[in-house]
């Protein structure tokens, strides 16, 4: 069932469990990119559209870390969420971040897509563009690295997700969001590792930018929820 208020409440609740995080958070981030400017707060994530989240089966999917934004974008309150929400309104048009590698979003909302409705053909879902962004609305999601990262996953990266504070913010967000699935794209070991007491369903997939062809992937994906022959969310 889709509850705007209770997304929204969800929602509320992260936005303040990031406030209470930001200076712990910051500094690790800072050890770990000594050589940055550190914004002054971390980014929100969560359930992107409040209006197409169905809480009861809600999907999570956490990456590893969103690169190229800058201490202005902070300072102007531009947070992924919100801005997330937007892109999937609207499109790709303005959205500078995304539509650099628009490949890994187009994955992202193609995976939501299938687990929406394991029944969709393959190769419709693959084909998928303009429809793939908007599927995103029907996620939460989040980064391990809540900060900003390079442009490849290095030792700044693996470092953070390694500490405990890092550890520590995502099992509040599972904690706050209830996902009964989540998806990991490309950060498997560090949830696995992170989420010792979660009993939902953990899927594992590469990072959405990888390399790798659409179709393989999404038959990967589907080997892994078709046990549970149940669609995750809702149209």
Known sequence: MIRADRNAEINEILRN????????????????????????????????DEKRYDTDKGVLFVCKETNNWDNEDYEKGILFRGWMEGITQHGLTGGDHISQHPNMWYNIGRWATLICG?????????????????????IAFTNINKVRGKKSSRNEYHQLAKSRIAGELLRREVEIIKPQLIVCCGTYNTV???????????????????????????YELLRQITPKKEDYCNY
């Open 17 to 48: 469990e990031y406030y209470s995080f930001t200076v712990p958070f910051l500094t690790e981030w800072s050890a770990a990119f000594d050589k940055e400017v550190p914004p002054s707060r971390i980014n929100e994530f969560g359930i992107i």
């Open 192 to 218: 696995v590792k992170s989420l010792h007491d979660y009993e939902g369903q953990i899927i594992k997939m590469p990072h959405p930018g990888a390399r790798k062809k659409k179709t393989k992937m999404l």
């Open 118 to 138: 394991p029944s969709t053909s393959i190769d419709e879902i693959a084909d998928m563009k303009a429809s793939a962004i908007s599927a995103i609305g029907m």
